[in-house]
């Protein structure tokens, strides 16, 4: 596939350029690439995987995420990669009975100032790939980091190279090296539930009567099925020959689990799906590759995103672990990269590093812990076992669907669902205006302190290089 890359220059530059190190490069990594580069710095990428074609599964963009891309000028690209979503269904698990639809609301839609997309991973990973080398970012596959010392800034590749940077961007994930350096204690996370993931080819799915209106032309609609203590999330992806279906099934923790590039048995997911419906069981069945297993964990909160030595920071997974199939598991990710940039493209002296560093730990922080309860949530609240709660939620849903109205929105005599309205709350979230909101209320603050002229709300830039690294060269 081949993109048109034609990135928007960034409102402000940084007016001190420096090196980032960042490792890993998933999207977090890789957002952090593209944002950092667009206003003037210098990055450079380390990642474990020698292709992105080992990430697999499907993605879901939220709006708060495709809004980011469509500011950085990359619209056109992802429209490329990816199919417009109109809406979800929701199923129950056990039966296949629909307790609802709800069609995305243009004006909401539009008011987020994005659009929900479905994608695969790996196409998304290569379109973020691209975009940041096209800026000048240096990517490095295939090179895994064996150790991290953020004091003299330096990073230890497994072939004993030795690379040094001004900062470094820890992105490697929940069980990476960056989060270990900032974890005091260690409390096990709580693991209740694994998820299996499969991509399905639709020129094989359409070969089954039953399974062809999952792509109904148009439609674009993301399957939610509910069940007892287990729940599936579905939706049509790609373009062209890559046209396929994602599906992520929830069920109890069952010793299959492992991380994105492994694969598991397939026999789990049966076992999954041996009391879904039959259109559940036959995914299940037909996807042509081994699926991946992810444990569901829920982890303490990082007290400290960033090093006591105030050079090292960590963002994604590192940072806020979100659970696999979520919605909002890659928007958060991206939205790190936007937040630190436009932090950072206010740097006009070394010693403003640490202080935006911290500023990037406030404005995230809070957010992300939200986010990440809520994704939590939505995964009890689809795997609600048999009860009083479960009853409740299936007639509330039944009531919308027989009045012929949208299965998530308000009615004459019943409430906004609570976990739409927190839905909709998230896509509205503009990450980068967080950002510059931050900058005119507390940072040209800190540098009217520091006796800085800020006349017409920004600093004058000036031309300074004091013990920055020259370790980069492009």
């Given at each position: 596939?081949?993109?048109?890359?034609?990135?928007?220059?960034?409102?402000?530059?940084?007016?001190?350029?420096?090196?980032?190190?960042?490792?890993?490069?998933?999207?977090?990594?890789?957002?952090?690439?593209?944002?950092?580069?667009?206003?003037?710095?210098?990055?450079?990428?380390?990642?474990?995987?020698?292709?992105?074609?080992?990430?697999?599964?499907?993605?879901?963009?939220?709006?708060?995420?495709?809004?980011?891309?469509?500011?950085?000028?990359?619209?056109?690209?992802?429209?490329?990669?990816?199919?417009?979503?109109?809406?979800?269904?929701?199923?129950?698990?056990?039966?296949?009975?629909?307790?609802?639809?709800?069609?995305?609301?243009?004006?909401?839609?539009?008011?987020?100032?994005?659009?929900?997309?479905?994608?695969?991973?790996?196409?998304?990973?290569?379109?973020?790939?691209?975009?940041?080398?096209?800026?000048?970012?240096?990517?490095?596959?295939?090179?895994?980091?064996?150790?991290?010392?953020?004091?003299?800034?330096?990073?230890?590749?497994?072939?004993?190279?030795?690379?040094?940077?001004?900062?470094?961007?820890?992105?490697?994930?929940?069980?990476?090296?960056?989060?270990?350096?900032?974890?005091?204690?260690?409390?096990?996370?709580?693991?209740?539930?694994?998820?299996?993931?499969?991509?399905?080819?639709?020129?094989?799915?359409?070969?089954?009567?039953?399974?062809?209106?999952?792509?109904?032309?148009?439609?674009?609609?993301?399957?939610?099925?509910?069940?007892?203590?287990?729940?599936?999330?579905?939706?049509?992806?790609?373009?062209?020959?890559?046209?396929?279906?994602?599906?992520?099934?929830?069920?109890?923790?069952?010793?299959?689990?492992?991380?994105?590039?492994?694969?598991?048995?397939?026999?789990?997911l049966k076992t999954y799906c041996s009391t879904a419906e039959s259109r559940l069981k036959k995914l299940a069945a037909l996807s042509p590759n081994p699926p991946a297993c992810l444990p569901i964990l829920s982890?303490?909160?990082?007290?400290?995103?960033?090093?006591?030595?105030?050079?090292?920071?960590?963002?994604?997974?590192?940072?806020?672990?979100?659970?696999?199939?979520?919605?909002?598991?890659?928007?958060?990710?991206?939205?790190?990269?936007?937040?630190?940039?436009?932090?950072?493209?206010?740097?006009?002296?070394?010693?403003?590093?640490?202080?935006?560093?911290?500023?990037?730990?406030?404005?995230?922080?809070?957010?992300?812990?939200?986010?990440?309860?809520?994704?939590?949530?939505?995964?009890?609240?689809?795997?609600?076992?048999?009860?009083?709660?479960?009853?409740?939620?299936?007639?509330?849903?039944?009531?919308?669907?027989?009045?012929?109205?949208?299965?998530?929105?308000?009615?004459?005599?019943?409430?906004?669902?609570?976990?739409?309205?927190?839905?909709?709350?998230?896509?509205?979230?503009?990450?980068?205006?967080?950002?510059?909101?931050?900058?005119?209320?507390?940072?040209?603050?800190?540098?009217?302190?520091?006796?800085?002229?800020?006349?017409?709300?920004?600093?004058?830039?000036?031309?300074?290089?004091?013990?920055?690294?020259?370790?980069?060269?492009?």
């Amino acid at each position: 596939m081949t993109f048109d890359l034609n990135i928007l220059p960034a409102p402000k530059e940084a007016a001190l350029s420096i090196h980032f190190l960042v490792v890993g490069g998933g999207i977090a990594g890789l957002s952090c690439a593209i944002a950092l580069s667009r206003v003037g710095h210098r990055v450079t990428v380390l990642e474990r995987l020698k292709s992105h074609q080992e990430a697999t599964g499907g993605c879901r963009m939220p709006p708060n995420l495709s809004k980011v891309l469509y500011h950085w000028g990359m619209e056109k690209d992802v429209l490329k990669i990816g199919l417009k979503s109109a809406g979800i269904e929701l199923i129950l698990y056990e039966t296949g009975e629909t307790l609802g639809q709800h069609t995305w609301d243009e004006e909401v839609l539009r008011e987020t100032r994005g659009e929900f997309i479905f994608c695969h991973h790996s196409d998304l990973l290569q379109l973020l790939h691209e975009t940041a080398v096209s800026l000048g970012a240096k990517i490095r596959m295939g090179v895994a980091v064996t150790g991290i010392d953020p004091e003299t800034r330096r990073v230890k590749l497994t072939s004993g190279e030795i690379l040094t940077g001004d900062v470094i961007v820890g992105a490697d994930g929940a069980t990476g090296v960056s989060r270990r350096l900032l974890e005091l204690d260690d409390e096990e996370p709580v693991h209740r539930f694994n998820c299996y993931s499969t991509v399905t080819p639709k020129s094989i799915a359409m070969q089954d009567p039953e399974l062809a209106p999952l792509f109904e032309p148009g439609a674009n609609r993301m399957f939610s099925w509910f069940g007892n203590n287990h729940a599936t999330l579905s939706y049509p992806m790609g373009v062209s020959e890559r046209e396929a279906i994602a599906m992520y099934t929830y069920g109890p923790q069952d010793g299959n689990e492992g991380g994105w590039p492994d694969i598991a048995d397939v026999s789990g997911l049966k076992t999954y799906c041996s009391t879904a419906e039959s259109r559940l069981k036959k995914l299940a069945a037909l996807s042509p590759n081994p699926p991946a297993c992810l444990p569901i964990l829920s982890f303490p909160e990082l007290e400290d995103w960033v090093h006591d030595s105030g050079r090292l920071i960590v963002v994604g997974d590192a940072a806020h672990p979100m659970p696999a199939g979520g919605i909002q598991d890659s928007a958060m990710a991206l939205e790190d990269g936007a937040v630190l940039a436009k932090l950072f493209s206010h740097l006009r002296t070394e010693d403003q590093i640490e202080t935006l560093l911290y500023a990037f730990q406030d404005l995230r922080q809070p957010h992300c812990q939200k986010v990440s309860s809520k994704e939590l949530h939505d995964i009890n609240f689809m795997c609600m076992p048999p009860g009083e709660m479960q009853e409740g939620r299936d007639s509330v849903m039944r009531s919308k669907r027989d009045a012929g109205l949208n299965v998530l929105d308000a009615s004459s005599d019943q409430e906004e669902q609570a976990e739409w309205a927190e839905i909709k709350d998230v896509f509205g979230y503009d990450a980068e205006d967080d950002a510059d909101n931050w900058w005119m209320e507390w940072g040209l603050l800190r540098e009217r302190a520091r006796g800085t002229d800020v006349a017409g709300g920004h600093v004058q830039p000036i031309a300074v290089m004091q013990g920055v690294s020259q370790a980069y060269t492009p």
